[in-house]
C-alpha cells in the first residue's frame, strides 16, 4: 500500500464528511465496482460513476448528518482494509446509526476500483487473503 492510497482514502472520507459528491466520486475509477454487504437496504454491486453517484446521493438525503472517521488502515496485495466508524441520523426516522465496519479497497493507479464493505475487521482481512 502505497502512501497515495492512504491519501486517497482519507480522501474520500472528507469528502463523505462534507457531503461533496463530486469529490467522493472522483476518487474512483470511471469503471469502479461496488459492493456492500447483504444486510444493508442497497447492497448493489453499483458499476461506474453513475451508479455510485446515484448510491451515494440516495444515502445522503436518507441521513440528515452522517461523519465517518477512518480507525485504522492494513495494506493489501492490491489496496488496503480500513476500518472506518460511521454516526449519523435518519432523516425523518430520527434513527440513530453508530457502527464501525470494514471496507476493502482495491486501487489502479490513485484511484479506487473496487470497494468492498463487510460487518467485521476479520472478514475483510480473509476476503484479502490476510489474518490478524
Known amino acids: 500500500m502505497s502512501e ?3 491519501e486517497v482514502i482519507h480522501g474520500l472520507v472528507e469528502a463523505w464528511n462534507r457531503a461533496d ?3 467522493f466520486v472522483a476518487f474512483f475509477d470511471p469503471d469502479c465496482e461496488v459492493v456492500f454487504r447483504p444486510d444493508v437496504p442497497e447492497p448493489g454491486p453499483f458499476r461506474g460513476h453513475g451508479e455510485l453517484r446515484a448510491w451515494v446521493e440516495g444515502f445522503l438525503a436518507a441521513w440528515g448528518s452522517h461523519q465517518a472517521e ?3 488502515i492494513r495494506a493489501t496485495d492490491s489496496g488496503a482494509v480500513a476500518s472506518l466508524h ?3 441520523r435518519g432523516s ?3 434513527v440513530e446509526m453508530d457502527e464501525t465496519d470494514a471496507h476493502l479497497f482495491a486501487f489502479k493507479e490513485r484511484r479506487v476500483v473496487r470497494w468492498r464493505n463487510f460487518q467485521a475487521r476479520e472478514e475483510a482481512l480473509a476476503a484479502a ?3 490478524e
Do not use: H, K, R, T
Open 4 to 6: 497515495e492510497q492512504v
Open 129 to 131: 487473503g490476510l489474518s
Open 70 to 72: 477512518v480507525i485504522e
Open 92 to 94: 425523518g426516522s430520527n
Open 86 to 88: 460511521f454516526v449519523g
Open 21 to 23: 459528491v463530486d469529490a
